[in-house]
T-cell receptor, first 118, second 114 residues
Framework: DGGITQSPKYLFRKEGQNVTLSCEQN?????MYWYRQDPGQGLRLIYY???????QKGDIAEGYSVSREKKESFPLTVTSAQKNPTAFYLC?????????????????FGDGTRLSIL | AQSVTQLDSQVPVFEEAPVELRCNYS??????LFWYVQYPNQGLQLLLK??????LVKGINGFEAEFNKSQTSFHLRKPSVHISDTAEYFC????????????FGAGTRLAVHP
């Protein structure tokens, strides 16, 4: 079955520690996205990648880093510079980085990783 | 820039009653509109989308939404809800023909009571 796998489901971070969230897709999608979800605030875009070896900052990129070395993988690192990392993180992918009237489904989401501070 | 306002943070409703979840957007250019549903501790699932054509859009699980350009609204409706519809619902907007970037509303928590 095709889909997006996020791991781990729960993650704990110590003060001053970097942690990496995994996102793997087997949908052969070109574009991938990372969102942060906080209660009452909806989803906010952290980073997105339109193609392998390319990525752009979203609205709240400070304190985060990403890489896109393979089409199917888009890991997110939450660095120690992110002072308030506790949130639910969602990874998504789409067939194309562009959204046209022919697009079948805009973005397909994983089941998320919940990050907490120890 | 685009923005989305979901007018109700929580909507309680009894089972088998109708429900409407409200969504208004702001944009100076043409947009595409989406409704997603999120069950607890899960990702988002697409309910329906408006890209062009008929302004009444039917989605999964018996939901439908109507695009109203003059009122810049895209309200979600269901004529009879079930307990299993209890979830958080997100309205989102994207610039038509542009990059596949979604702007989300803050969400509406639908609580269906027996």
């Amino acid at each position: 079955d095709g889909g997006i796998t996020q791991s781990p489901k729960y993650l704990f971070r110590k003060e001053g520690q970097n942690v990496t969230l995994s996102c793997e897709q087997n949908l052969n999608h070109d574009a991938m996205y990372w969102y942060r979800q906080d209660p009452g605030q909806g989803l906010r875009l952290i980073y997105y990648s339109q193609i392998v070896n390319d990525f752009q900052k979203g609205d709240i990129a400070e304190g985060y880093s990403v890489s896109r070395e393979k089409k199917e993988s888009f890991p997110l690192t939450v660095t120690s510079a992110q002072k308030n990392p506790t949130a639910f993180y969602l990874c998504a992918s789409s067939i194309s980085p562009y959204l046209t009237g022919d697009s079948n489904q805009p973005q397909h989401f994983g089941d998320g990783t919940r990050l907490s501070i120890l | 820039a685009q923005s989305v306002t979901q007018l109700d943070s929580q909507v309680p409703v009894f089972e088998e009653a109708p429900v409407e979840l409200r969504c208004n957007y702001s944009s100076s250019v043409s947009v595409y509109l989406f409704w997603y549903v999120q069950y607890p501790n899960q990702g988002l699932q697409l309910l329906l989308k408006y890209l062009s054509g008929s302004t009444l859009v039917k989605g999964i699980n018996g939901f439908e939404a109507e695009f109203n350009k003059s009122q810049t609204s895209f309200h979600l409706r269901k004529p009879s809800v079930h307990i299993s519809d209890t979830a958080e619902y997100f309205c989102a907007v994207s610039v038509s023909g542009g990059y596949n970037k979604l702007i989300f509303g803050a969400g509406t928590r639908l609580a269906v009571h027996p």
